[in-house]
Nanobody, 127 residues
Framework: QVQLLESGGGLVQPGDSLNLSCVTTGRTFSSYYMGWFRQAPGKEREFVAAISWGGGDTTYYTHSVKGRFTISRDNAKNTVYLQMNSLKPEDTAVYYC???????????????????WGQGTQVVVSS
C-alpha cells in the first residue's frame, strides 16, 4: 500500500521561504500524479499545485501561488517537493501531499481525484 509522508513545515515570517517534501513508498512513483493541497482553519481543503506523470512533468498552480511556489519531483528519490517563496500570512494552513497512483489523466485541482493522502504538515506565516 502506498504511503505519503510530508515534512518541512514550520513557523516563518512573511517573505520567508520553506521547502516541503513528500516521500512515497510506492514502487512506481514515476507514474503517480502528485498534488499539494492546503487547509486553513475553518476553510475547505484547496488545491495548491500539481505535477503530472510520465516524464513530461507538466505543472499546475492555483492563481494565488503562481510565481511564488514551485512543485517538482525527483523520481529517483520517490519525492515531490513544494518550494514556497515570498510566503504570506494567508499561506498559513496544513499542507497535504496527495497522489493518484493509477496512471491516468485527472482533474488535478479536484481532491476527489487523488486516492492516497499524507498526514499533513503545518505551515504558519506570522510576524
Amino acid at each position: 500500500q502506498v504511503q505519503l509522508l510530508e515534512s518541512g513545515g514550520g513557523l516563518v515570517q512573511p517573505g520567508d521561504s520553506l521547502n516541503l517534501s513528500c516521500v512515497t513508498t510506492g514502487r512506481t512513483f514515476s507514474s503517480y500524479y502528485m498534488g499539494w493541497f492546503r487547509q486553513a482553519p475553518g476553510k475547505e481543503r484547496e488545491f495548491v499545485a500539481a505535477i503530472s506523470w510520465g516524464g513530461g512533468d507538466t505543472t499546475y498552480y492555483t492563481h494565488s501561488v503562481k510565481g511564488r511556489f514551485t512543485i517538482s519531483r525527483d523520481n529517483a528519490k520517490n519525492t515531490v517537493y513544494l518550494q514556497m517563496n515570498s510566503l504570506k500570512p494567508e499561506d498559513t494552513a496544513v499542507y497535504y501531499c496527495a497522489a493518484q497512483v493509477v496512471p491516468v489523466e485527472i482533474h488535478y485541482a479536484d481532491p476527489g481525484e487523488y486516492n492516497v493522502w499524507g498526514q499533513g504538515t503545518q505551515v504558519v506565516v506570522s510576524s
